[in-house]
């Protein structure tokens, strides 16, 4: 079963609204773009594994996604990790079109595409270290330490993988992410033997559950984008542009291509919790959505049913992230 469900991260989420709502002249605008292609890239091998991992028996592995633990010194995070009463496995998912060469001898991975080359860190080292801080994390808590086996999971089915000839580990320890199923098979047969009770299983799936720690990034801070830079109003879901405005009829039209919406302004709202906090006043979203109205603002804010905070000017409304 699915104890930690793969979500879309927040850092994901900050550079969306870092397209919608930053001047594509502006000089960080295309390292937002680059960063971005980069992250939902990563995130999409991520949604990749999970047709695979649907096959595996629900009632045998509990799956943990974007699983971030402290071992006592570091923190890591594990894209997918899998629990039994035998045996953990995890998985470093890289989303990476193209050739990727192996290099065990100087730790690298190589990946050409349109005949350049490009060195990337060993993914194997990194699933290789991960291991190592999930041990220490084990018993750093007094916890059963089971054993592990730690895999390369290629989310892309078109990556040709390579390596060299006498390399022996690279071939049992990366793998195409639809091969999962199968690899797991191979890994009952090894460890046959049940280390845990259904308590003991039960315990270890909450300890990893509550150390979890989700990982705080801002992307203004990043590319050092200030809040000055950020443009207000509310953007066109079919042409990307902020020209929605607010009819008197309680919709919003956009100016460019005439779509019309009811709720456009969430979107917008989200935005500012994204790149801002999530507590919004009357007039700060008056000024965020382009309104004249407070009125309006109060209306459309009251209409969400959100949770508040103050009373008369100082109410402050929560956003539904």
């Not at 995130?43 to 009632?59: D, H, V």
Request: glycine fraction near 4%.
């Amino acid at each position: 079963m699915i104890i930690k469900p793969l979500q879309i991260p927040r850092s994901l989420k900050q550079l969306h609204a870092l397209k919608r709502r930053l001047d594509p002249k502006h000089p960080k605008y295309e390292a937002v773009l680059q960063d971005l292609a980069i992250q939902s890239a990563g995130f999409k091998g991520e949604k990749e594994m999970e047709y695979p991992l649907s096959f595996l028996p629900r009632e045998t592995y509990q799956i943990f996604h974007d699983l971030r633990l402290h071992d006592g010194i570091h923190f890591f995070q594990i894209d997918v990790l899998l629990l039994s009463r035998s045996f953990i496995t995890i998985f470093e998912v890289k989303n990476i079109a193209g050739t990727l060469i192996f290099d065990s001898d100087f730790n690298q991975l190589i990946r050409i595409q349109n005949n350049i080359k490009e060195p990337f860190p060993d993914p194997i080292v990194q699933v290789k270290r991960q291991r190592l801080q999930l041990v220490n994390w084990l018993r750093k808590y007094s916890l059963p330490v089971l054993p592990i086996q730690e895999f390369v999971a290629i989310g892309n089915p078109r990556t040709m993988l390579e390596t060299s000839k006498n390399n022996h580990e690279i071939p049992h320890k990366v793998l195409h992410s639809n091969t999962i199923p199968f690899k797991i098979n191979e890994l009952e047969k090894i460890y046959q033997k049940e280390i845990l009770t259904s308590e003991q299983l039960a315990e270890l799936s909450n300890k990893l559950l509550s150390a979890h720690s989700d990982l705080e990034k801002n992307m203004m801070s990043k590319h050092q984008i200030h809040s000055h830079n950020i443009l207000p109003g509310v953007c066109c879901m079919k042409c990307s542009k902020l020209t929605m405005t607010r009819l008197k009829n309680s919709m919003w039209m956009c100016g460019l291509c005439g779509i019309t919406s009811k709720d456009a302004h969430i979107e917008a709202l989200e935005d500012y919790g994204y790149l801002f906090q999530n507590l919004i006043s009357n007039r700060e979203a008056k000024s965020f959505l382009n309104l004249s109205s407070s009125s309006t603002v109060k209306r459309l804010l009251k209409s969400l049913n959100l949770e508040t905070t103050g009373s008369h000017r100082s109410t402050a409304y929560k956003i539904n992230m």
